[in-house]
């Protein structure tokens, strides 16, 4: 879809109101019903439906009414609402031609208001030549619901945040400026796609600054994913600018090696084409014989050491896990453990020797308890004898004497319980149960529904039972 900025001239107030309450409104719906949307635009004087109407005719909604009376942003209202921001910002003041086209974004010249040139990219990703977004790029991780809207918002806010980090690192990227929504603001770089030029007066120092950076990049922690001729600008001085971030993954993800022999791959093919280069590399065979082979210094993702930093790990790139951040986080620490460890060896390995030692020489006085045992055993069986033998005289002697005493402290609380009536029936009653008990005249205690009549012959023997129980 053109984008025709000279609309933004007749767009009010209420009518960027009314496109950011449906913009709101897609945050949960892929089509905002219209009462949500008069209810969040929430205008003054009303006249939501009649602002809607006036959005639809520049193409800025789109109206659906197959299930219900709807509307959603289009690419077109999208932009004006990342527009109109920047201008409220101060970023620039005009915009211009249209300098590119991929994809999945639009690239414009925008001014600021000194004049400065700079190059606004607008990410429109679902276009029929690639809809293959969520199997291809890593925008939605763990997200299952998604608009085209929403992934060309993820891209360009990965797209920026990779360019400030490569800038800070000193890689050739382009200046990022701002971003907001799925427009990204960047300075404008002088020069021409690689794609475009047919001659260079130094194509072997250009091929090596390319593949340099590919191994800086993989240094780093990062991939491009989709460093070719198309991604790489050159200017008159042949010095290399690379563009286009938001493919980017992690070393660590699992399809790394395939993604950095592709990029280089890639670059090895456009050169041995466009500028006729001979790649050869002298390799040894098993007899130690030359052996010329079509390629020249290919690197080797394995022999890359990622020792330049974790570029990676900073912008969450696509395959780095929390695992990646746990071994890092080890790996910085290796030197404070090692020193640590050769202090602690000694005093650990004592401690642990002096702990076995003192077990043993428990379990040893343990035994030595045990086997000394049975000789007590024996020697105080006998005296266990005799003292029960004693015990039982004393015994026998003494019981006269005891059952005086129990005499007489059962008459002393009798006269005590007299005074309290209730319990001496509760006492009575108890000493009534205990003699039946003792002469064997206390009756059977049986279930509280077998006596009861219930008819037929369950009642008859219930009779029975109940005669025997009686007699």
């Known amino acids: 879809m053109k984008l025709d900025v000279d609309v933004l001239r007749y767009l009010s107030k209420d009518d960027f109101r009314v496109l950011t309450a449906v913009e709101m409104g897609m945050r949960n719906h892929e089509l905002v019903p219209s009462e949500l949307v008069v209810r969040i635009a929430s205008l003054k004087h009303g006249g939501t439906y009649k602002v809607l109407k006036n959005l639809l005719k520049y193409k800025l909604l789109h109206h659906d009414s197959s299930k219900y009376d709807g509307f959603r942003l289009t690419y077109l209202g999208y932009d004006f609402l990342a527009i109109k921001t920047m201008v409220n910002r101060g970023v620039f003041v005009a915009v211009g031609r249209q300098i590119g086209v991929g994809k999945e974004s639009d690239i414009f010249e925008v001014a600021t208001e000194d004049g400065t040139v700079l190059a606004m990219k607008l990410h429109r990703l679902g276009r029929t030549s690639f809809r293959a977004v969520k199997s291809k ?19 360009a806010l990965k797209e920026f945040a990779f360019m400030k980090a490569l800038e800070e690192h000193g890689f050739p990227v382009p200046n990022a400026v ?5 427009c990204v603001i960047m300075s404008l770089v002088e020069g021409y796609p690689l794609v475009q030029v047919k001659q260079l ?5 250009v091929f090596e600054t390319i593949i340099g950076l590919v191994i800086r990049l993989a240094e780093h922690g990062l991939i491009h994913c989709d460093f070719n001729e198309f991604n790489i600008m050159i200017d008159d001085d042949e010095k290399v600018t690379m563009i286009d971030f938001p493919q980017m993954v992690s070393v660590s993800h699992r ?40 390629e020249y210094d290919r690197p080797c993702f394995s022999s890359i050491a990622k020792c330049a930093g974790f570029l990676d790990k900073e912008l969450s790139a696509s395959g780095f896990t929390g695992k990646d951040q746990d071994e ?3 790996f910085i620490e290796v030197g404070i453990e090692k020193d640590t460890s050769s202090d602690d060896e000694g005093t650990g390995d004592e401690a642990h020797i002096s702990d076995e030692f003192a077990e043993t020489n428990i379990k040893d ?13 024996n020697r105080d069986e006998k005296g266990e004898a005799e003292e029960r033998q004693q015990f039982c005289e004393a015994g ?20 005590k319980n007299e005074d309290n009536p209730e319990l001496m029936h509760s006492l009575n009653k108890h000493r009534r149960k205990a003699a039946a008990a003792v002469y064997g005249r206390r009756k059977s205690v049986t279930s509280r529904n077998s006596y009861k009549d219930k008819g037929g012959k369950s009642s008859h023997n219930s009779k029975i039972q109940k005669q025997l129980s009686d007699w």
């Open 365 to 377: 006085f343990d035994s030595l308890k045990l086997l000394e045992q049975p000789e007590r055993v």
């Open 178 to 182: 701002d971003c907001n929504r799925h």
């Open 201 to 205: 007066q130094n194509p072997d120092i």
């Open 137 to 155: 790029r890593d925008y939605l991780r763990h997200r299952s619901n998604y608009n085209w809207l929403y992934l060309s918002r993820l891209a």
């Open 255 to 294: 399809n790394a090696q395939m993604y950095f022999d592709r990029d280089v791959g890639c670059i090895f093919k456009f050169f041995s084409k466009r500028f006729n280069l001979s790649f050869q590399e002298h390799k040894h065979d098993i007899d130690g014989s030359e052996v010329d082979t079509e």
């Open 328 to 330: 890092i986080e080890k």
């Open 396 to 415: 026998q002697s003494s019981e006269p004497d005891t059952q005086d005493l129990s005499d007489k402290e059962e008459e002393a609380n009798e006269s």
